[in-house]
T-cell receptor, first 111, second 115 residues
Framework: TQLLEQSPQFLSIQEGENLTVYCNSS?????LQWYRQEPGEGPVLLVT?????EVKKLKRLTFQFGDARKDSSLHITAAQTGDTGLYLC???????????FGSGTKLNVKP | DTGVSQNPRHKITKRGQNVTFRCDPI?????LYWYRQTLGQGPEFLTY????????KSRLLSDRFSAERPKGSFSTLEIQRTEQGDSAMYLC?????????????FGSGTRLTVV
């Protein structure tokens, strides 16, 4: 059983569209991270959220941490082909710096 | 600093052979982690070091797996008597001291194929 469930698993959209992907759990996290991974490469950290209800923006990407620190969402505005990749969320349950990863959302942005 | 470096990038081995991977973390990071990622899944935790001490090992790390970080700098992950089920991407990551709020810096991984 995955500690973190990500949805949707796959998403294919046209360039310019908006999208939201979700990361859900029944566990409370001391921190939660979002990563983007391209084929054959390691994940690259996008953002870390720590406080319940926190919202962070990174250009066209908006990250939200749930009030109860059990879930998170990533919203992309006006998607570009360069946004294509696997988006992973990862949570640190015990503040021990060991992260549990979801299975990811594979995003394909078509030109 | 060039980030986290992993070698080799790719390894093809025959079943039953031993393989060893190397990870060079970011120099000021005292924590080093090994993860394994199979196709369609997120990375799964294997083990981590703080300096040279191995502080935790996952149940995924069978007796055939061993990891070392002898001087608190680079680390090696060895798999003995490889099996086809060991085929995966092996990822190394490092992090800075203190709370985990900074997340990880990952290397590009070593892709292992056992034939």
């Amino acid at each position: 059983t995955q500690l973190l469930e990500q949805s949707p698993q796959f998403l294919s959209i046209q360039e310019g569209e908006n999208l939201t992907v979700y990361c859900n759990s029944s566990s409370v996290f001391s921190s939660l991270q979002w990563y983007r991974q391209e084929p054959g490469e390691g994940p690259v950290l996008l953002v870390t959220v720590v406080t319940g209800g926190e919202v962070k923006k990174l250009k066209r990407l908006t990250f939200q941490f749930g009030d109860a620190r059990k879930d998170s969402s990533l919203h992309i505005t006006a998607a570009q082909t360069g946004d294509t990749g696997l988006y992973l969320c990862a949570g640190d349950v015990y503040n021990f710096n060991k992260f549990y990863f979801g299975s990811g959302t594979k995003l394909n942005v078509k030109p | 600093d060039t980030g986290v470096s992993q070698n080799p990038r790719h390894k093809i081995t025959k079943r039953g052979q031993n393989v060893t991977f190397r990870c060079d973390p970011i120099s000021e990071h005292n924590r080093l982690y090994w993860y394994r990622q199979t196709l369609g899944q997120g990375p799964e935790f294997l083990t981590y070091f703080q300096n040279e001490a191995q502080l935790e090992k996952s149940r995924l790390l069978s007796d055939r797996f061993s990891a070392e970080r002898p001087k608190g700098s680079f680390s090696t992950l060895e798999i003995q008597r490889t099996e086809q089920g060991d085929s995966a991407m092996y990822l190394c990551a490092s992090s800075s001291p203190g709370r985990g709020v900074d997340g990880y810096t990952f290397g590009s991984g070593t892709r292992l194929t056992v034939v």
